[in-house]
């Protein structure tokens, strides 16, 4: 709330500017704002979040917020659109009547935000779309993980090591209409193509949180008790079904992985050094990434910016767990 108040009190005393960076964009685009980007300038980043109850948007929040303090001028404010697609639609809206200056979104889906961020980027503002993606071209720039990428190196770690004699796997997918749940559901499948005796015996959504996660896991495990392993698309509703599997006392027989890997001490890693979950995979918030991108067109006046920017990943097992935590950042 201080913040928002902070933030009012400047726009109505015009200490923040109300144009965009002029950056590269097609012909017909709109109405583009004149360059209004340079050192010495204050400069207003409205970021908007898919939802803020995952512990990966935590880390991405934070991430970007401790980035953008290190940049003089900027001030970054965070709406949440809990999971709702309407509600995100209007943050963004919101955003343009306060007239910030850049806007960084992790859509909730990608078809409902698409209209949206085209607004804001027909009018010239520069548009960083962080982890998921929405359709056409109309953005300045992508960020995010290669989740196809990834999960076929989940898939491929099911097929060599985790099941190389095969089995049946439950997966727990995403958000229906999120681009990372169709890429990791995808990318599984082309890993586990190498050995036909896996087989995915159901496959539901768990909407990335670990108490639905816990829901379906719980309901799955009940109609197939004789799985070997749980696909989860990130590491809380992984977590979620190994508790679903302990409550049915199938925790020590069923195998679990998830994705994501979070450098913190209630994330993925730990979970995987505490033997809970078999392995997860590294997928970087890019909050980090987002604001150096926006330091560059807001600041520097850039207009060399990366179309698409893929961060690495990592598979991260029992044996190489403390290493990477550390490695990552993780304190605690």
Known sequence: MRIRTALLALLFTGALTSTACSVEKPSDGGDTAAANCGTGKNFLIGMAQANNAEPYRQVMNNDVQTAAKAVPGFTVVVSDAAQDNSKQVADVENFLTQKINLLIISPNEATPLTAVVKKAYD????????????????????????????????GEFYAKTLLPDGGTVIEIAGLPGSTPAAERAQGFREGIAGNPKIKIVASQPGDWLREKGQAVADALLKAHPDVAAVYAHN????????????????HTKVK?????????????????????????????????????????????????????????????????????YAKLGGVG
């Open 123 to 154: 009018r010239g503002i520069p548009v960083i779309v962080l982890d998921r993606k929405v359709d056409g071209e109309a953005y300045t720039a992508f960020i995010g993980g290669d989740n196809v990428a990834i999960g076929k190196a989940a």
């Open 235 to 250: 590491d809380p509703m992984a977590e979620g079904a190994y508790l679903a599997a302990k409550a049915a006392g199938l």
């Open 256 to 324: 679990f992985t998830g994705i994501d890997a979070l450098p913190v001490p209630s994330g993925g890693i730990k979970a995987v050094e505490q033997g809970r979950l078999a392995a997860t995979f590294q997928y970087a918030t890019g909050g980090r990434e987002a604001v150096e991108l926006a330091r560059r067109i807001l600041v520097d006046c850039s207009k060399d910016i990366p179309r698409t920017t893929t961060l690495d990943t990592m598979q991260i097992t029992k044996e190489n767990a403390a290493e990477a």
